[in-house]
């Protein structure tokens, strides 16, 4: 009989039963710290590629894709970067992909309404959140106001000491007596999403001064709106941007303050924007930790505008990374097409999942959830309803993956996202996949993923980087 490897029943590994040795948990807590960093200073996706290209700088990447260590970057919000390994480039490249793009609230193009004496902008919420999360709570502004002349305006106010924050009021409970017998939907739109800017209104006689007439004839189009013109008056005088300016920024409202730990035992990590950017953090440390003499040419990919579908040149449905392949082949292998090397890839689809949630544990089928604590989590597939819009991975590969992680002593767990006809969701797989090479969805498990304080498991947060770096390495 053959040597048994497993125990014949399946049982996912707690991963604090695993690292549980002081020196485990120092060099998990060192790690976890960096990350609770990241998280606190990276909350856009600009934000967080210009820290992936910092971090890679650092660790030789460079311009040019003929180098042993290239990186790429498209508009500041999507970037590639690319180890060669010792094997040839037609064997393909092992690549993660995760994305750094996260649910928030954007400014519109015309955001500036005055209404009972506060200044407001308008927002159009960007990818899928509960908004009653954004009621009554601290937010910050970060983004960029680029002039019609091309200058570049950075905008980063609410998280510094001293910095004021920005809030949108919710409705006082003495009054919400026909709101709360409302539907969620009902009772929460999308217009009333308006954050308070301020409620000084301009004294007349500066008013009167930049219109420069005082006769009364010239009409001052913010006579009616003077909290508003007072608004507008400080954004000219800190920033040197006018009303037309905000038009064509990018302006986007996320959670103030810092992320975490969380719990008595510090086993959480509390924070804004850990789908994705666990995966990012993650992946990103693990491309640069990875062993000097890996066999795989090794690669990352962050990508933009997952949480609205992937559209866009930033997203994942874009020709960036064919054509980052297309760079590397040429430099390093000519005589190998780009689509060789595609075909002959392998990705993880670096994005998280949902935990068990202790109180809604009927959201989930059991058997097949994921918990925070048992390492990072394989989906097969994603999607919803029959699969719809699923990437599904190929048993070979699959559990190739298995193979390298078992080898190595990671934790890891398979799950699905909650329980079938219950909803769902995507990832960037199927556009990976698009291109016949084998991937499969693989990162933690988050609970109150997409509010502005998601929770994951520092063990997780852990064993996600063991294993990404497990992946390059193999
Ligand atoms: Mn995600
Ligand atoms: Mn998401």
């Given at each position: ?9 399946y049982?996912a590994?707690?991963?604090?039963t695993?690292y ?18 990241f ?14 290209e ?53 400014w519109k193009?015309?955001?500036?309404v ?31 106001i680029?002039k ?6 950075p905008?980063?106010i ?11 009021a ?8 026909k ?20 409620s ?10 930049k ?6 004839k010239a ?8 909290v508003?013109?007072?608004?507008l008056d400080l ?10 300016d ?15 730990y ?18 990012v ?32 040149a ?10 980052c392949?297309?760079d590397v082949?040429?430099a ?10 595609l075909l002959a ?14 109180d ?11 918990s ?10 994603t ?22 992680l ?7 767990q398979?799950?699905e996202?909650g ?9 960037v ?5 698009a291109y016949?090479?084998?991937v ?9 993923m997409?509010?502005p304080?998601?929770?994951?498991s ?6 996600c ?5 497990a992946?390059?390495?193999?």
């Amino acid at each position: 009989m053959p040597e048994a490897k497993h125990s014949p029943a399946y049982e996912a590994k707690n991963a604090w039963t695993i690292y549980k040795s002081d020196e485990d948990r120092a060099k998990m807590k060192a790690f976890v710290d960096g990350y609770i960093d990241f998280l606190s200073a990276c909350k856009t996706e600009r934000e967080t590629v210009a820290f992936a290209e910092k971090t890679l700088r650092g660790h030789g990447f460079s311009d040019d894709p003929a180098s042993g260590r290239y990186l790429a970057k498209l508009r500041g919000k999507c970037l590639f970067a690319f180890r060669r390994g010792t094997e040839p480039l037609s064997k393909g490249i092992s690549l993660v992909a995760a994305h750094g793009d996260c649910p928030r609230l954007d400014w519109k193009q015309h955001p500036f309404v005055e209404q009972a004496g506060f200044a407001q902008a308008k927002t159009h919420y960007y990818g899928g959140l509960r908004k009653y999360q954004w009621l009554s709570r601290p937010l910050a502004l970060h983004g960029v106001i680029v002039k019609d002349t091309g200058e570049t305006v950075p905008v980063r106010i609410g998280d510094e000491p001293g910095d004021p924050v920005f809030c949108i009021a919710d409705l006082l409970p003495h009054l919400a007596q026909k709101q709360v017998t409302q539907s969620v939907r009902e009772a929460f739109e999308g217009e009333k999403l308006n954050v308070i800017l301020g409620s000084i209104p301009r004294q007349e006689d500066e008013a009167q001064d930049k219109d420069g007439d005082k006769d009364g004839k010239a009409k001052d189009p913010l006579a009616a709106t003077p909290v508003k013109g007072a608004v507008l008056d400080l954004l000219q005088e800190k920033y040197g941007v006018c009303e037309e300016d905000f038009i064509t920024a990018e302006i986007e409202v996320v959670p103030a303050a810092s992320a975490s730990y969380v719990g008595f035992d510090r086993s959480l990590v509390g924070g804004y924007g850990q789908d994705d950017r666990i995966c990012v953090y993650t992946a990103l440390q693990a491309l640069c930790d990875a062993r000097a003499d890996c066999t795989k040419n090794i690669a990352l990919m962050i990508w933009d505008k997952e949480e609205i579908g992937s559209d866009g040149a930033t997203g994942a449905s874009s020709r960036f990374l064919q054509y980052c392949f297309e760079d590397v082949a040429r430099a390093h292998e000519p005589d190998t097409p780009a689509s060789h090397v595609l075909l002959a890839s392998q990705a993880l689809s670096a994005d998280v999942t949902a935990g068990m949630d202790p109180d809604y544990q009927d959201a989930h089928e059991k058997s097949n959830a994921a918990s925070l604590g048992n390492g990072p989590c394989f989906e097969k597939y994603t999607g919803s309803g029959g699969k719809y819009g699923a990437s599904e991975a190929h048993a070979e590969f699959y559990a190739s993956v298995r193979g390298i992680l078992n080898r190595a002593g990671i934790p890891w767990q398979a799950g699905e996202l909650g329980r079938v006809d219950h909803g769902g969701g995507g990832t960037v797989a199927l556009f990976l996949a698009a291109y016949g090479m084998n991937v499969v969805d693989f990162g933690p498990p988050l609970l109150a993923m997409h509010s502005p304080f998601e929770l994951s498991s520092a063990a997780d947060v852990w064993a996600c980087y063991l294993a990404y770096k497990a992946f390059y390495e193999s």
